[in-house]
């Protein structure tokens, strides 16, 4: 059934990017599929409130937001399909979709696999999500106003989270396994010049120390092998995110971490294939840069479709 039908777009993954896109080539009157393997929101959806999305004064959970974008694409004909995306190819006029539900053919292809933040990989980390464990300061910080926070990592997220969260919280603790950061020079100065941030050098976290949530974490000096405890209310693992992209390698281009080279048009390197949100190269990977990415690919899918009709 599926082999005979071409789609305009399929989109792969149901995330904020995904649904924007399919919202508006929908609208534009494009035959639209999305294939998400678990449910709409992709990342957004394991996030239970999210304040920083424009319209939701008093904020949104987010799986109820995804749920929202879902049935926003569908009502100007989008189509959902829940599978598992096992192979593409990607190349040609006719982009070809292997899933565990069958074949998808389409004109064009956007990637909106998104990326999953990396964790430490320690006790209890996963049941502590949302109990004292982030990921995002962007998105949780505020969580954590006038509250001790302590931040995982060195390199540039880390570092961008310390920052944010030393104008939120009331003391940052900055736990990195070196004895300089890694990120760029540009977040050293205002860090050290922070009365409110504390660094906690040649460290590892050991364990999380929690009753119901996070007060705490055992670290390590892996120089003296010492072990102390650090209160605090809550922890940011920002040791960078791990895009889904394998099933595009050596289709299109990535950068050395896994990213797809798209710009702000959300071109990559084949025609008629777009990347869309957190799968991205990007500066800023957030709700509303995902869904802003989704309606850009649309003009410019609309416009590679024209091309191919003429």
């Known amino acids: 059934?599926?082999?005979?039908?071409?789609?305009?777009?399929?989109?792969?993954?149901?995330?904020?990017?995904?649904?924007?896109?399919?919202?508006?080539?929908?609208?534009?009157?494009?035959?639209?599929?999305?294939?998400?393997?678990?449910?709409?929101?992709?990342?957004?959806?394991?996030?239970?409130?999210?304040?920083?999305?424009?319209?939701?004064?008093?904020?949104?959970?987010?799986?109820?937001?995804?749920?929202?974008?879902?049935?926003?694409?569908?009502?100007?004909?989008?189509?959902?399909?829940?599978?598992?995306?096992?192979?593409v190819q990607l190349s040609g006029d006719v982009k070809e979709i292997v899933t565990s539900e069958g074949t998808f053919k389409s004109r064009t292809v956007v990637i909106a696999t998104g990326a999953t933040p990396r964790e430490l990989g320690i006790a209890d980390e996963a049941k502590l999500v949302g109990r004292g464990v982030n990921y995002c300061a962007a998105c949780d910080g505020m969580f954590y106003k006038g509250k001790t926070v302590a931040v995982i990592g060195g390199g540039n997220s880390a570092a961008g989270d310390a920052l944010l969260l030393s104008k939120i919280c009331e003391k940052v603790v900055i736990v990195h396994r070196r004895d300089t950061l890694r990120a760029e020079k540009i977040y050293h100065t205002p860090l050290m010049q922070a009365e409110?941030?504390?660094?906690?050098?040649?460290?590892?976290?050991?364990?999380?120390?929690?009753?119901?949530?996070?007060?705490?974490?055992?670290?390590?000096?892996?120089?003296?092998?010492?072990?102390?405890?650090?209160?605090?209310?809550?922890?940011?693992?920002?040791?960078?995110?791990?895009?889904?992209?394998?099933?595009?390698?050596?289709?299109?281009?990535?950068?050395?971490?896994?990213?797809?080279v798209a710009d702000e048009t959300t071109k990559t390197s084949l025609p008629g294939v777009f990347a869309v949100g957190d799968v991205r190269t990007k500066a800023m990977r957030q709700v509303i840069t995902a869904a802003a990415d989704g309606a850009v690919a649309s003009h410019f899918i609309e416009e590679y479709l024209a091309e191919q009709e003429q």
């Open 196 to 260: 409110n941030v504390e660094f906690c050098w040649n460290s590892t976290v050991e364990a999380f120390l929690y009753e119901d949530k996070v007060n705490g974490i055992r670290v390590k000096n892996k120089l003296t092998g010492e072990e102390k405890d650090i209160a605090c209310d809550g922890v940011f693992v920002s040791i960078g995110r791990s895009p889904a992209t394998e099933l595009f390698r050596g289709q299109v281009d990535m950068d050395k971490a896994g990213y797809i």
């Open 1 to 87: 059934m599926h082999m005979e039908h071409l789609y305009d777009v399929v989109i792969i993954g149901g995330g904020p990017g995904g649904y924007t896109a399919a919202l508006y080539c929908a609208r534009a009157g494009m035959d639209t599929l999305i294939i998400e393997k678990l449910s709409a929101g992709g990342q957004m959806a394991l996030t239970s409130q999210i304040d920083n999305y424009p319209g939701f004064d008093e904020g949104i959970d987010g799986f109820e937001l995804g749920e929202k974008m879902q049935q926003g694409a569908e009502r100007f004909g989008a189509k959902t399909e829940l599978a598992e995306v096992e192979s």
